[in-house]
């Protein structure tokens, strides 16, 4: 009696399939490699100097102004 039990007890867990475990596992890898190559692209890209600050009076709105 305790055999059936169990039979039909493994019958109706079911569960996931290897293809299944498989397909998520690659979903999984592909978005790890695609954020790696966005994270390694911003390290590639040669970064801007930066551009000097004016110094034209009409850019130093406090420079007049007492401390």
């Known amino acids: ?3 059936k ?3 039909k007890l493994r019958a109706d867990q079911g569960g996931f399939t290897l293809l299944e475990l498989l397909v998520v596992i690659t979903l999984i890898a592909a ?3 695609g954020a790696l190559i966005a994270y390694d692209a911003s390290a590639i890209r040669p970064k801007r100097p930066r551009q000097p600050i004016p110094t034209s009076k009409s850019t130093t709105r406090f420079a007049n102004t007492k401390r």
Do not use: T
């Open 31 to 33: 978005l790890a490699v």
């Open 1 to 3: 009696m305790k055999m």
């Open 5 to 7: 039990q169990m039979n």
